[in-house]
């Protein structure tokens, strides 16, 4: 069974900087995509960043160079670097590893508060 643990929320002022980290365990295939998802209070969740097996990124337009998604050597960790961090990025944010299948699995969240 493939689990996900995120770390690194937290509280930060506008205008600094988090990194988050996703571990997969239960040896999920190497071929995958991993992504981070958020949700505000009052909102749907929505996907943050996303990056393949190959290393294609995507991001949401409203992180576009703030926000690097990455991943680490053993492909199954994946990392969200944030930067110039603003209220409105405040939420819980998500991990999620998605298969070929279509198969996916989520972390169990970790909050990331942003004051002004």
């Known amino acids: 069974q493939v689990q996900l643990v995120e770390s690194g929320g937290g509280v930060v002022q506008a205008g600094g900087s988090l990194r988050l980290s996703c571990a997969a365990s239960?040896?999920?295939?190497?071929?995958?995509?991993m992504g981070w998802y958020r949700q505000a209070p009052g909102k749907q969740r929505e996907l943050v960043a996303r990056?393949?097996?190959?290393?294609?990124?995507s991001y949401v337009d409203s992180v576009k160079g703030r926000f690097t998604i990455s991943r680490g050597n053993n492909r199954n960790t994946v990392y969200l670097q944030m930067n110039k961090l603003k209220p409105e990025d405040t939420a819980v944010y998500y991990c999620?590893?998605?298969?070929?299948?279509?198969?996916?699995?989520w972390g169990q969240g970790t909050q990331v508060t942003v004051s002004s």
């Open positions: 990056i393949t097996s190959g290393g294609s990124t």
């Open positions: 239960g040896s999920p295939r190497s071929i995958n995509t």
């Open positions: 999620n590893l998605l298969l070929p299948s279509m198969s996916d699995y």
